[in-house]
């Protein structure tokens, strides 16, 4: 059969009409070496800072040492499937999680992905782990209240929206205790809350996921969770995830708070990873950037101006102690770059003071800006009576003749300790705050026993809230403290207190 060139041109035309050259280029490089979670790849040289590099199988690394002729990864999965001389290749993309509404309400990973079982997240929008903080422009002061609903912190070591406090202390102390009360008071105020645990056993945050559901907090909370037997890149990524997503609220014009629980263990795992990537160590092994570290990631709190949007994130960062050592590395690097902090003491708490606030140490650089001016007048003499009280209870110590008027000093102040006690999980409106606070200060517990004055602020609560509703409201709504309703709170305290101690007789100081 004879060869029909024409009917062969035909084919390889029709073959080759569909036909259109792809070329695929992607930067590749190689695994020189990998062990402890760090892989060294030699060959991407415009690899960028923070970008996740891929290892194929769904494992990914993060890009942290730019060195000449190789980069260091930390890798974010299972390192046993890594081998020398795998190829790995570049993403183009700086680490990012996914942020928006869809995360209410669950429990993540720092990157973002569900440990809750409820199916993936259903976010569209992605912001980056890292951003610069707001410039000093684009700030707004910090002149609106955060309540936490503790009593000792409302009223003399105020939060306000965009500040970032310090809740510092030993282990077991109520550090935890004070940033759940702090979410479950936002429910129905509408602020958006993200609580980042780091370094913690699982059964811990299954507790604390457990309490946040039970008081219908979960409602507005976002729990990201790097847990103790995760490893050191997710715990170190942890608290930049849960800022970006708390983030999204702010700048879209809403209020956010973000509990880091806690920083101490964060800067550990950093050191981990900067001592395996061969970074030169600096004081207690931490590497030299460790300020950085959290400065870096504190700075983003902050309170938006209102051309843009006037959004908030307020950062209550915890930090953990050693035998009460303030003064360790990481303690004083986060004291210098907070609005304050909330001291918490082991011998108060062990005392039965809780929260174990130790007001003397404690502070807020906000200060009364960052509260309602009824409470802000009250405030003033609650730490002044307090202060007199621990002066006095000093010196008590040593002598027993004292006159009537340190006598009655020292009785104020037993009470007013009583009084800013508070069971865990139970915050407290600001206007049966001031209601309680001006029994104490104005000396309506004086004529009740100490072991009394819980029993005396719960009753009271009750009456107030059946019988002087009108003035709750007016607190809440005035949120001042003029003549008018100074009178009726006296009015008010005085019939109450009478009725208290003819009902319970045995209230009444002997």
Not at 270 to 275: C, G, P, T
Not at 324 to 345: F, K, R
Request: aromatic fraction near 6%.
């Amino acid at each position: 059969m004879p060869i029909d060139a024409k009917h062969i041109a035909e084919q390889i035309e029709s073959q080759l009409k569909g036909y259109e050259s792809q070329v695929d280029l992607a930067e590749v490089g190689t695994v020189v070496s990998v062990g402890d979670g760090i892989a060294i790849v030699h060959g991407l040289e415009k690899v960028m800072a923070g970008e996740m590099v891929d290892f194929g199988g769904k494992i990914y690394g993060l890009a942290l040492n730019l060195d000449e002729d190789s980069i260091g990864c930390v890798i974010m999965g299972e390192v046993h499937t890594i081998k020398e001389g795998q190829m790995v290749r570049r993403t183009k993309r700086i680490i990012q999680v996914p942020v928006g509404e869809a995360l209410i309400g669950r429990v993540v990973d720092p990157l973002g992905m569900p440990l809750d079982g409820k199916g993936p997240v259903a976010s569209k929008e992605f912001y980056p782990v890292e951003r610069i903080a707001p410039g000093v422009v684009d700030r707004h002061p910090v002149n609106t209240p955060l309540q936490t609903g503790l009593k000792a912190i409302d009223s003399m070591i105020p939060i306000g929206r965009g500040q970032r406090e310090l809740i510092i202390g030993d282990r077991q102390t109520g550090k935890t205790a004070i940033g759940i009360d702090t979410i479950i008071n936002q429910k129905g105020k509408g602020v958006i809350c993200v609580y980042v645990a780091i370094g913690q056993k699982q059964s811990t945050v299954a507790q604390v996921v457990k309490t946040l559901e039970e008081f219908g907090a979960m409602e507005h909370t976002i729990v990201v969770s790097a847990t103790a037997s995760e490893p050191a890149p997710l715990q170190y990524l942890a608290p930049y995830g849960g800022c970006a997503m708390a983030e999204w609220f702010m700048f879209n014009g809403r209020d956010a708070l973000c509990v880091y629980d806690d920083l101490s263990k964060h800067a550990a795992a950093y050191r981990e990873i900067s001592l395996l990537l061969r970074r030169p160590p600096g004081r207690e092994a931490y590497p030299g950037d460790v300020f950085y570290l959290h400065s870096r990631l504190l700075e983003r709190a902050s309170r938006l101006d209102p051309r843009l949007g006037g959004g908030s994130l307020t950062a209550l960062p915890i930090i953990e102690t050693q035998m009460g050592d303030v003064s360790a590395y990481i303690p004083t690097n986060v004291i210098s770059i907070t609005d304050g902090q909330i001291y918490l003491e082991g011998d108060l708490f062990y005392s039965g003071i809780r929260p174990a606030v130790n007001v003397g140490l404690s502070v807020s650089r906000v200060g009364g800006n960052a509260q309602i001016r009824a409470i802000r007048k009250l405030a003033g003499s609650l730490r002044l009576d307090l202060a007199q009280y621990r002066e006095l209870a000093a010196f008590a110590q040593f002598g027993s003749d004292l006159d009537k008027s340190t006598l009655k000093q020292l009785a104020r102040g037993e009470r007013l300790v009583e009084l800013l006690k508070q069971a865990q999980y139970v915050p407290q409106d600001v206007a049966l705050q001031v209601f309680g606070i001006f029994a104490g200060t104005q000396g309506y517990l004086d004529g009740i026993r100490t072991p009394s004055v819980s029993h005396f602020e719960r009753e009271l609560h009750a009456y107030a809230g059946a019988e002087r509703a009108d003035l709750l409201m007016a607190i809440r709504e005035k949120k001042e403290f003029d003549k008018d309703l100074e009178s009726k709170l006296h009015e008010a305290l005085k019939a109450f207190t009478e009725r208290f101690l003819k009902d319970h007789p045995e209230a009444a100081v002997a």
